[in-house]
């Protein structure tokens, strides 16, 4: 068939469509950020291709137990590059591991690896015999040249590249602060705090030092609780390291990366780091970014003396370091871990080792590739995904992008609007039709029927009343001793192609001077707490900077990060915002559930008021063989996660099952006369998220989603002015129909009294701010400069702003 045809479609906010796709071409479904595109392409297209392929294979039972739609035809084996199925959580798997390139360079080292002789340090010949010594060497194995592999990692820190370490000093202060006084200053998670209590109970009011020492290891660094020797009981060590790897450690120093001493953050052990290749050993390279790497190949190539096997190797690694440069991706690592990377780096480094693979008569579904990318970085992924059709394949995007949806063969708006006012095929056809489009509002923001609204103020006026934050002297990874002062009172723009240093200046040198200042401000003057602010930065890559200026002039801050909010399918909008709690309060307190004598926890999923048969998943699991698995509806509770019991209570009509399926639109209403539970859904709402379920789980949110998440409830919370609020692309996943909604409340928090800094790409936001800070002028090594500030007028002018242009 040439075309894929679905008929009545009506998962979730689907209003029973019938649409013909065409198959061999670039197809863009698009429309109003929770429309609905993504359950028709997802949850239909992508579910029933991947579905019907293995149930051909034997692996799977031949009924689907989910009414999504009426009929599906014309359907071929289907991958999706979707970001929250590709969302990382292995600290172990890195950009070289992902992208097979380090297994590559290992079997090079391993085959033409210049040996060194381990007793005196000579460089060997092809005999394997030292001239100087006498010993004969052995080639090693690729495994040894691996840090995943027990031959090759480092032992003292397991390939690691560094270790963690408590400061025992710092975490206990004097001989008389107690365990309870201790698990306190630490700031525990109510969670965390209930187990070490219940665990430690009996020496909570013992002074820390005169515990007994297997208690204060156990405390400390917990006991091996499985064969992986990093899997931790609950204990100190584990709750500082999770909160560093989500770069939310505010320990003061008492929780530090220390980079091995063994191998020097080489992650590698002593064998391989003595094979050499032009002077240089595997570890080395793993350090190099994409961009040196590629130069350092291609000057092997010219001038090593390698065999035919060799030479096919590094043609091969070379391949695939240009495809990743021509991805934008050259101011990576190749020891960089994966999940430090944003979603539009994690999903370009797929969708790289996909066109590598060059198979056709596929269905490719793509989820906003473009996110991430400044606009001049745009024109070779572009050019790569329709690669990736002309290989015979069909490629549907869910894009906002101007650039992706002019160049789509065909394209699909689903709208008009999010949640139940969406779920219909508002347009399909070309971009000429799109545009004449009146029900379409993405195609009336892309012809300029509609324009973004204006703001309040903008065009700063840089005068004496004006107060900055100043940043002196910034040399954080590639920034290049940069000097950079953000003006207070203001919607400030900081822009750059990728890699050029945006996240070094601002999420590793201003976030962790603020943080630490703020700290120290309980306890000192302000002009003596700027002073102490660079003793021990908590963060992974220590901030490194002279000073920080005019911190006295904000009260607080709130760093919005594209991190992901939960990986457990039990987290959801309801309980991230806090107010889960008190929706289930609210049962606990009507007269059915009195009556019965049921608590709160009767109505979680996730305690009293679950399945007996599924444990409040929903689903049962059935394993495929190997790591491979799907699941099937429970029978018992038919997906609804609650027993009988619990589902029986009503609260205005409503079991807590149907508050769990409501929109956040549809719970303001709902809880209009709770002020505790209302406040955060009506900023969601206003910030174009009133679609999304107050059940949803957290890991099937985009990045965007789970960013607009967290901004809704730092601006839930009662604060009293003059706050920094920090965003890392907050358009991402946005239309430019909720884009606008996003500008609004932005512009409000800075009418209020409160500043802002958005790292951006999308030219209508940064043409929006009242000031922007350029830097580049390249990625990597090449950026780390300011290249151009000022109004956005200014940077129109200014020729050596890549910006400007586009604004």
Not at 132 to 143: I, V, Y
Not at 444 to 453: C, F, R, T
Request: net charge neutral.
């Amino acid at each position: 068939m040439n075309s894929i045809i679905v008929k009545g479609a009506r998962i979730h906010n689907l209003k029973n469509i019938n649409i013909t796709i065409p198959k061999n071409k670039l197809i863009v479904a698009t429309g109003v950020s929770g429309s609905g595109k993504s359950s028709l392409v997802f949850d239909i297209i992508f579910e029933e291709g991947r579905r019907q392929y293995l149930q051909s294979l034997g692996l799977l039972p031949g009924i689907d137990d989910e009414d999504k739609f009426d009929s599906i035809a014309g359907i071929s084996p289907t991958i999706a590059v979707q970001q929250n199925i590709i969302r990382q959580s292995n600290h172990r798997s890195t950009v070289g591991s992902k992208t097979n390139i380090l297994k590559l360079l290992g079997l090079l080292y391993a085959r033409e690896g210049q040996i060194t002789c381990y007793s005196c340090g000579t460089p060997i010949g092809d005999s394997l015999v030292c001239e100087q010594c006498g010993n004969t060497e052995e080639r090693l194995p690729a495994s040894y040249f691996s840090y995943n592999d027990p031959n090759g990692m480092c032992i003292k820190c397991a390939g690691r590249g560094a270790y963690f370490e408590i400061n025992i000093e710092k975490l206990v202060p004097d001989h008389e602060t107690t365990l309870e006084q201790v698990l306190e200053a630490v700031q525990l998670t109510p969670g965390f705090k209930k187990l070490l209590h219940r665990k430690f109970s009996d020496h909570l009011a013992t002074p820390f030092f005169n515990l007994p020492d297997q208690i204060m290891q156990d405390i400390l660094y917990g006991h091996q609780v499985t064969g992986n020797q990093e899997k931790r009981s609950f204990c100190l060590y584990r709750l500082f390291k999770g909160r560093l790897y989500r770069n939310d450690d505010d320990s003061g120093g008492v929780f530090t990366t220390v980079v091995c001493s063994e191998c020097h953050g080489f992650r590698i052990g002593e064998e391989a780091r003595n094979v050499l290749l032009n002077g240089k050993h595997i570890g080395h390279l793993g350090q190099m970014t994409i961009a040196e790497l590629y130069q350092f190949l291609t000057s092997l190539s010219k001038e090593a003396v390698l065999s035919a096997f060799g030479k096919n190797l590094l043609q091969e690694v070379l391949a695939k370091t240009s495809s990743l440069l021509k991805f934008r991706l050259g101011h990576l690592s190749l020891f960089r871990e994966m999940p430090t990377l944003s979603g539009g780096e994690i999903q370009r480094i797929f969708l790289t080792c996909h066109l590598d693979s060059k198979l056709d008569s596929l269905i490719y579904i793509l989820d906003e590739p473009t996110s991430g990318l400044h606009e001049s970085e745009k024109i070779d992924l572009l050019r790569s995904i329709k690669g990736l059709k002309e290989l015979g394949n069909t490629v549907i995007v869910i894009e906002h992008d101007r650039n992706m949806i002019e160049m789509a063969e065909h394209i699909i708006d689903i709208g008009p609007k999010a949640g139940i006012e969406g779920g219909q095929v508002v347009y399909q056809g070309n971009l000429e039709g799109l545009l004449q489009c009146r029900q379409s509002i993405t195609g009336q923001y892309l012809s300029g029927a509609v324009a973004l609204p204006q703001r309040t103020k903008q065009n700063l006026a840089a005068d004496k009343l004006t107060k900055y934050l100043t940043v002196r002297h910034a040399q954080t990874n590639n920034l290049k001793d940069i000097t950079v002062s953000f003006p207070l009172g203001a919607l400030v723009g900081i822009a750059g192609v990728s890699g050029s240093g945006k996240s070094s200046l601002i999420s590793n040198t201003l976030i962790p001077m603020l943080k630490r200042y703020l700290k120290v401000k309980k306890g000192s003057r302000p002009e003596t707490a700027e002073k102490e602010i660079f003793d021990n930065i908590p963060v992974k890559i220590k901030a490194i900077a002279e000073r920080l200026e005019g911190a006295q002039h904000i009260s607080g801050y709130a760093e919005v990060a594209q991190v992901p909010i939960g990986r457990n399918n039990n987290s959801n909008p309801a309980t991230y915002l806090g107010i889960w709690d008190k929706i289930r309060q609210l049962f606990a307190r009507q007269p059915e559930a009195i009556e019965q004598d049921l608590a709160a926890g009767h109505f979680s999923f996730n305690s009293k008021g679950a399945c007996s048969k599924c444990g409040g998943s929903g689903r049962d699991t059935i394993w495929l063989g190997g790591s491979l698995s799907t699941s099937v509806i429970c029978p018992d509770c038919q997906g609804k996660r609650y027993n009988d019991q619990a589902l029986a209570v009503k609260y205005n009509d409503k079991s807590i099952l149907d508050v769990l399926a409501m929109s956040v639109s549809a719970a303001v209403i709902f809880f209009k006369n709770t002020p505790g539970i209302v406040t955060p859904l009506r900023v969601l709402e206003r910030i174009g998220m009133g679609y999304i379920k107050l059940g949803q789980p957290t890991p099937t949110l985009s990045g965007g989603e789970a960013q607009r998440l967290k901004l809704a409830k730092e601006i839930g919370k009662r604060r009293k002015g003059r706050i920094l609020y920090v965003l890392d692309e907050p358009t991402t996943g946005l239309s430019m129909y909720d884009t606008a909604k996003l500008l609004q409340l932005l512009d409000e928090l800075v009418v209020q009294g409160n500043s802002v800094i958005v790292i951006e790409h999308d030219p209508l936001v940064l043409s929006s701010c009242d000031w922007i800070i350029e830097l580049g002028p390249q990625g990597g090594t090449a950026g780390g400069e300011i290249i151009a500030e000022g109004i956005p007028q200014l940077l129109k002018a200014n020729h050596k702003s890549v910006t400007g242009r586009y604004l």
